[in-house]
């Protein structure tokens, strides 16, 4: 079945600089891949997504790669802010078309 | 358009009880997932329902089980609470259910077992 390992589990930068999460899959079949965003006391929402046909795919401030040989996909936020401090999840469909969550990144943006 | 809501909020229970917690989708929305989330553990699929029906099923326990009724509000079951059962449950809803789609996560409903 579908793995999805999320790195690194926490990710410490200063405002304004550049964060990167990656995750990497293990079911070559995936097609969709989705990430959350999940703020203090909040269940998460979709931020961005792509599918398997494009390998890049922007808006605004986050942007999200995926290359398929490799088997991961990674987000992307530039000019970080203090409202960009949550956790990401990134996710794959699996052969029973189950969202497989990756274990989630705490952002921390430092003032 | 009103987004997902979970009741109650909190919870505290002791071991041994029972507990039920509800989610209301998003108007039209006929898929409900559940979740458990825990510290360093991210999102544990429990169940999906559409139309009054379990389509998946992750890897838990008997103890825990759910249903949807016609309007597709859902709710889950947790009986013979442990203390290993402290977590935030989310629901998620979403048209069919499809993993393309985006789902729509309520709050949550944080479960203390003492």
């Known amino acids: 079945g579908e793995n999805v390992e999320q790195h690194p589990s926490t990710l410490s930068v200063q405002e304004g600089d550049s964060a990167v999460i990656k995750c990497t899959y293990s079911?070559?079949?995936?097609?969709?891949f989705p990430w959350y965003k999940q703020e203090l006391g909040k269940g998460p929402q979709l931020i961005i997504d792509?599918?398997?046909n494009v390998g890049e795919k922007k808006d605004q401030r986050i942007a999200v790669t995926l290359n398929k040989t490799a088997k991961h996909f990674s987000l992307h936020i530039t000019e970080t802010q203090p409202e960009d401090s949550a956790v990401y999840f990134c996710a794959a469909p699996d052969s029973n078309y189950q969202l497989i969550w990756g274990a989630g990144t705490k952002l921390i943006i430092k003032p | 358009k009103a987004g997902v809501t979970q009741t109650p909020r909190y919870l505290i229970k002791t071991r041994g009880q029972q507990v039920t917690l509800s989610c209301s989708p998003i108007?039209?929305?006929?898929?409900v997932s559940w979740y458990q989330q825990t510290p360093g553990q991210g999102l544990q699929f429990l169940f999906e329902?559409?139309?009054?029906?379990?389509?998946n099923k992750g890897n838990f326990p008997g103890r825990f089980s759910g249903r949807q009724f016609s309007n597709s509000r859902s709710e889950m079951n947790v009986s013979t609470l442990e203390l290993g059962d402290s977590a935030l449950y989310l629901c998620a809803s979403s048209l069919t259910g499809a993993p393309s789609e985006t789902q729509y996560f309520g709050p949550g409903t944080r479960l203390l077992v003492l």
């Open positions: 108007s039209g929305h006929r898929s």
């Open positions: 329902y559409f139309s009054e029906t379990q389509r």
């Open positions: 792509i599918r398997s």
């Open positions: 079911d070559s079949a995936s097609n969709y």
